[in-house]
């Protein structure tokens, strides 16, 4: 499955999230062994609907290389992570957060 295949995430009847980009820095690895990610990384996510107390989680995947996701669950896109950017106008939230911690399954 590709990024195309999963990059709608649907919140409530209000909120809907696409992930628009992410940086390289941070991809999972094609190494099958679980590890440690240490290294912050940047998603770019767009909304249908901004509001200043805007509150939700993303469940978010872990890319390989080639862009396709192996069967990582980790909601670590949520309101407790930093707020990048934040444009009413362009409609676009951006995180920063740390990979550190989260352990690729397999």
Do not use: P, W
């Amino acid at each position: 499955m590709d990024l195309s295949q999963i990059n709608t995430t649907a919140i409530d009847a209000t909120y809907i999230l696409n992930i628009e980009s992410q940086s390289r820095i941070g991809r999972q690895s094609s190494n099958k062994t679980k590890q440690n990610l240490k290294c912050n990384n940047i998603v770019v996510l767009l909304t249908n609907n901004l509001k200043e107390d805007l509150k939700f989680s993303v469940h978010g995947y872990l890319l390989g290389e080639d862009s396709h996701f192996d069967d990582v669950y980790q909601n670590y896109l949520d309101g407790r992570k930093k707020i990048e950017l934040y444009s009413n106008s362009s409609e676009i939230l951006r995180f920063i957060f740390s990979n550190s911690g989260i352990k690729k399954t397999g």
